[in-house]
Nanobody
């Protein structure tokens, strides 16, 4: 039973920071590429950041580059998203996802339920 459980969302003022966590169970965590996505009501799901399994290479959407940092702790089966300098445009439900693929296209097999991030202006 694969489970991805996000936590750390909440309400924050513009310019503030939050750290999201995604705890994984039921899979060989260190073998998976992990990613964060977000979706605002009425909008398509958007890629935010990813971290590879083998070398922990990181990738970011242009909209968050320089503000967000993705990291992983394989010993704790957890991936993190540190979000700094938050903007109202960052308001969305944030979900983590996992895939065994190591090249494009990245088809994510497992998804968490999401955690809400709301940034006030």
């Amino acid at each position: 039973q694969v489970q991805l459980v996000e936590s750390g969302g909440g309400l924050v003022q513009a310019g503030g920071s939050l750290r999201l966590s995604c705890a994984a169970s039921g899979l060989a965590f260190s073998s998976y590429r992990m990613a964060w996505f977000r979706q605002a009501p009425g909008k398509e799901r958007e890629f935010v950041a990813a971290i590879s399994s083998s070398f922990a290479n990181t990738y970011y959407a242009d909209s968050v580059k320089g503000r967000f940092t993705i990291s992983r702790d394989n010993a704790k089966n957890t991936v993190y998203l540190q979000m700094n300098s938050l903007k109202p445009e960052d308001t969305a439900a944030y979900s983590c996802a996992a895939t065994l693929r190591f090249s494009d296209p990245y088809e994510y097999d497992y998804w968490g339920q999401g955690t809400q991030v709301t940034v006030s202006s």
